[in-house]
């Protein structure tokens, strides 16, 4: 198997999947001739030509909402928002509209769409190039939200995101894409959405995370190793809908979990995994759960030290594991 | 900018090459549109219909625009004041009686969305919500799929003046625009967003004028004469056909009752306004023209409006006694079962 990095991974999904289905069609800010301002729709344009792939104007309330059209009559578009923190324009047509398409119409009418977008910081993006919006659309039911990280996650679920009947919201963290490298198969293969994956198993201590957060926490569990802490990593991979069976399975076996997310702490979507865990696992739990998250302020500042100080880290993912692992 | 008015002299040939029957079937439509719409209010006033939102005084744009569309094939997304449209191309009394009773053989939504919120697969007539504008986008992505595949279906958006506000009516226009998309953007104009008048809207007196903005042609024409708004929609049509682009139609009408069941329109019309809007209804209109060049008799009229009473009886009936979803109904079609 190849090695290969998150954001070839996304390419090669959209790739295969414009290849495999001439429904498939991708729309957005500069992702036919400057190929997308990370490169991930590099080489589409030549490949498949100016009607699949647009070149739309800036105005992320039409790239969705036009996305919800071309779906209605039997297109399968990937709109890409070049950035979380532009979406919020577009909020109403993915909450409104996409997402209650099938609902408001007894099962009629359907949204086969993907609406792609990087979010996340670390990157030096500052207040609107770094934002983590999971949590805005996580309380939107008929809406899917698939969040992966590692290059075999991102691309079989990309895939399954396009062929899925439904609308898919698909975050890509950015600062994976070209941070994050693994094994790709060469051959086809899709993966189920909906299914979360134990990315280390251990039997002192669950940490449920995922985006950037998910490997830091990898690094801090190989710490705690170290220190004779055994810790259990589960991805969700999928935040709606959500594997609760892997993650309560995890918590009943360790007795105590760490919910570790990039975004804002107060009602963030990690706050909804706590609460699932408190509510389904409380015979099981040995501490209290926890959550480490971003503080309270709109986003991470420009300014190096403070974008730091406001992302989670290695050094206190592992202080909150040794705390809980104190219990 | 007024589109040519059709002829409505005695004793002139047929306008638009139409026929005397074709000309009946529309006004047989608008009578029992208006049945439609008189019952809506009866039931709730006495407390059986939770909604209404009318479509009295638009009849003329929505039977005129919606009667060049082919059923089934041309793509429609109405907006809540559009019962006319959904009538003319094909929503049976029977059916719009279901929604407005939120019963569970509503085809537009299983008695889940308020009434006026249509949709039928089989005709085309595309899912809405309640948010306005929101299918003007829609619209462009619908007719971007048709002219992708070499489809010759054309796509007509419907949507208030309070509608042009918004910035999704901007980027929908703007992407058809772009495209040279086969859509007609059409603008049912009562100068009114529930209580906002027009010049607190907008700065220009025709806002069919945006549509210069967008590289497409805007026509303005009287929304209450049902022979002009079919002249300007077929030449619409063609266009679209023709592969010549968007058309932007602006209809003006008189919206003869208030913003819905909820509201109160005396509290920001005058009884003067309202008398002077009264002379405007297309149904009167329409058929003082019929009588006028000899189609329509006493008889006919006498007739057409017992057919058009019996046709909505029936379909109340049927509507009353129909069963509403079971309680299992909250949770299904979310996602793909």
Known sequence: MAVKMVIEAVREALHEEMKRDDRVIVMGEDVGRDGGVFRVTEGLLREYGEGRVIDSPLAESSIVGVAVGMSLNGLIPVAEIQFADFIYSAVDQIISEAAKMRYRSGGAFSCPMVVRTPYGGGVRGGLYHSQSVEAVFANTPGLKIVAPTTPYDVKGLLKASIRDPDPVLFLEHKRTYR????????????????????????????????????????????????????????????????????????????????????????????????????????????????????????????????????????????????????? | MAAKTAQTKVGVSMPLGLKPEALLDWYYKMVLIRTLDERAWALNRMGKVGFVASCRGHEGAQVGSASVMRPGVDFILPYYRDMGVAITIGLTPKEHMLSLLAKVEDVNSRGRQMPGHWGDQSLRIISGSSPVATQVPHAAGIAYASKLRGEDAVTIVYFGDGATSRGDTHEGMNFAGIHKLPVI?????????????????????????????????????????????????????????????????????????????????????????????????????????????????????????????????????????????????????????
């Open chain 1, 179 to 327: 941070l994050i490298r693994g094994e790709v198969p060469e051959e086809e293969y899709v993966l189920p959405i909906g299914k979360a994956d134990i990315k280390r198993p251990g039997k002192d201590l669950t940490v449920v995370s995922y985006g950037l957060m998910l490997h830091f926490s990898l690094e801090a569990a190989e710490r705690l190793s170290k220190e004779g802490v055994d810790v259990e990593v589960v991805d969700p991979r999928t935040l709606v809908p959500l594997d609760k069976e892997t993650i309560l399975g995890s918590v009943k076996k360790t007795g105590k979990a760490l919910v570790v997310y990039e975004a804002n702490r107060t009602a963030g979507f990690g706050a909804e995994i706590a609460a699932t865990i408190a509510e389904e696992a409380f015979d099981y739990l040995d501490g209290p759960v926890t959550r480490l998250a971003s503080p309270d302020v709109p986003a991470m500042p420009y300014n190096a030290k403070l974008e730091a100080l406001f992302l989670p880290n290695v050094d206190r993912i592992s202080e909150a594991m040794r705390k809980l692992a104190g219990y």
């Open chain 2, 185 to 337: 953007f059409l603008c049912e104009f009562n100068g009114l967003a529930i209580s906002v008048p027009q010049e607190k809207q907008m700065a220009v007196q025709n806002v069919a004028v945006r549509a210069q903005g967008y590289g497409f042609p805007g026509v303005t024409v009287d929304g209450t004469d049902v022979l002009a708004v079919y002249e300007a929609t077929k030449e619409a049509w063609d266009r679209a056909r023709r592969g010549e682009g968007p058309t932007f139609i602006e209809c003006k009408v008189q919206r003869m009752l208030p913003h819905s069941s909820d509201d109160d329109d005396r509290r920001y019309r005058s009884p003067e306004e309202m008398e002077e809007m009264r002379k405007r209804d297309p149904l009167e209109r329409f058929r003082g023209y019929l009588r006028e060049a000899g189609i329509l008799d006493e008889a006919m009229e006498s007739e057409i409006r017992a057919r058009a009473k019996r046709e909505v009886d029936e379909a109340n009936d049927y509507a009353e006694r129909a069963p509403d979803p079971a309680p299992e109904d909250l949770l299904t079609h979310l996602y793909a079962e």
